[in-house]
């Protein structure tokens, strides 16, 4: 619905313009996966990488500690084996 005080819709010109594409601009974009990944590490780095608890990550991160461990040891055991 549009509402105008007038009878005639006068919008100004550069409102109208269209605004670049997402993959037109120049802004960094990963896969979903990729992003996840970055975001799991990130909190895991921030909690000393203990999973549950207090201040774990799964609690940063709002999860379940079950499956935040599931993940973090599928994809940081090697580079990390004391997960907690």
């Keep these: 619905m549009i509402l105008s005080p007038q009878s005639v819709l ?10 670049p594409s997402i993959r037109a601009s120049r802004i960094p974009m990963g896969t979903l996966d990729e ?3 970055e975001h799991i590490l990130r ?7 203990i ?14 500690r079950t499956s935040l ?4 040891k599928t ?7 004391g997960l907690q």
Excluded: C, F
């Design 35 to 37: 992003v996840k990944r």
């Design 43 to 49: 909190a895991l780095q921030a909690s000393g990488w």
């Design 10 to 19: 006068m919008a100004p010109i550069h409102e109208l313009e269209a605004r």
């Design 69 to 72: 461990y599931k993940d973090a």
């Design 75 to 81: 994809e940081y055991s090697e580079t990390h084996p």
């Design 51 to 64: 999973v549950g608890g207090p201040n774990g990550a799964a609690e940063l991160l709002g999860v379940k």
